[in-house]
């Protein structure tokens, strides 16, 4: 079974600094997705930034990129230029690839609280 | 596109209760799933319906929990004779069939059981 490891249960960036939340994962397939989720406090989940297994290069969505290493089964988000709209709990997720229907359920890792200090 | 909506956002109950819980996904997804969600824990997945059809169940969907989705649009999470280990965050979230598939989730229902 896909297990999702976050291994900082908090961190803490000054405002305008750089910070990078740690994830690694375990599967034995080759293809599957890999996603990071924003949870703010009393808000909606939303999506961060998506990497899929077969592409090589790094995903950025503006401040927000991650450094994928698929031998090494890992996937850590930095956030650079932090803002204080960017404290929230922050989650990694799996998702094996879809092949002939299957369920393509989201398997989360326990989060990382990330504060901001202005 | 509205996002996805979720009905109530907050519930108390007792224990022993039927609660009923909606989602209204985007309108062009009809990929519609629910997780569970514990206090300092990431969401767990519960069930999954492709239009109308109920296609996976989780080991965590006790026999006190129903998912429907009748005509493939909104969908319902019924939990029966409630617990107090009920307790959580329910989130719905909704994907289209091709393409990356990445889900787009409600605001959930946070149910408390007393």
């Not at chain 1, 995903?59 to 932090?82: G, M, P, W, Y």
């Amino acid at each position: 079974a896909q297990t999702v490891t976050q291994s900082q249960p908090e961190m803490s960036v000054q405002e305008a600094e750089t910070v990078t939340l740690s994830c690694t994962y375990d599967t034995s397939e080759s293809d599957y997705y890999l996603f990071w989720y924003k949870q703010p406090p009393s808000r909606q989940m939303i999506l961060v930034i998506r990497q899929e297994a077969y592409k090589q290069q790094n995903a950025t969505e503006n401040r927000f990129s991650v450094n994928f290493q698929k031998a090494a089964k890992s996937f850590s988000l930095k956030i650079s230029d932090s803002q204080l709209g960017d404290a929230a709990m922050y989650f990694c997720a799996y998702r094996r690839h879809i092949y002939g229907g299957s369920q393509g359920n989201l398997i989360f890792g326990k989060g990382t609280k990330l504060s901001v200090k202005p | 596109d509205t996002g996805v909506s979720q009905d109530p956002r907050h519930k108390i109950t007792k224990r022993g209760q039927n609660v009923t819980f909606r989602c209204d996904p985007i309108s062009e997804h009809n990929r519609l799933y629910w997780y569970r969600q514990t206090l300092g824990q990431g969401p767990e997945f519960l069930t999954y319906f492709q239009n109308e059809a109920q296609l996976e169940k989780s080991r965590l969907l006790s026999d006190r929990f129903s998912a429907e989705r009748p005509k493939g649009s909104f969908s319902t999470l019924e939990i029966q004779r409630t617990e107090q280990g009920d307790s959580a965050m329910y989130l719905c979230a909704s994907s289209s069939y091709t393409g990356p598939l990445t889900q787009y989730f409600g605001p959930g229902t946070r149910l408390l059981v007393l």
